[in-house]
């Protein structure tokens, strides 16, 4: 069984900085791509940020410039650094790790969430 586990949302004024982390705990034999989605009241879920095993990040283009996702594979953990932070960033913040388990199984999993409010 595999978990992610996010922490670091919280409240922060607008031009602030927040870090999220999101680790995977469980029966990983190897992660492939990791992931930070959001969602906003009323609003459709959108990828923030995404970073390979290998190679360059992708950012949504909202947040060029002010986010930086980053991991620790000898962690198994994402982060993602967020500073000028914007009212419009008001979001739960969602981790998500394409793996592969012991058993050999590759699927997709989700964390379960951390509210990011920024305050203006």
């Known amino acids: 069984q595999v978990q992610l586990v996010e922490s670091g949302g919280g409240l922060v004024q607008a031009g602030g900085s927040l870090r999220l982390s999101c680790k995977a705990f469980g029966n990983i034999f190897s992660i492939y791509a990791m992931a930070w989605y959001r969602q906003a009241p009323g609003k459709q879920r959108e990828l923030v940020a995404s970073i390979p095993s290998g190679g360059s990040a992708n950012y949504a283009e909202s947040v060029k410039g002010r986010f930086t996702i980053s991991r620790d594979n000898a962690k198994n953990t994402v982060y993602l650094q967020m500073n000028s932070l914007e009212p419009e960033d008001t979001a739960v913040y969602t981790c998500?790790?394409?793996?592969?388990?012991?058993?050999?199984?590759?699927?997709?999993?989700w964390g379960q969430g951390t509210q990011v409010t920024v305050a203006s």
């Open positions: 998500n790790a394409d793996l592969r388990n012991m058993g050999g199984l590759r699927s997709e999993y």
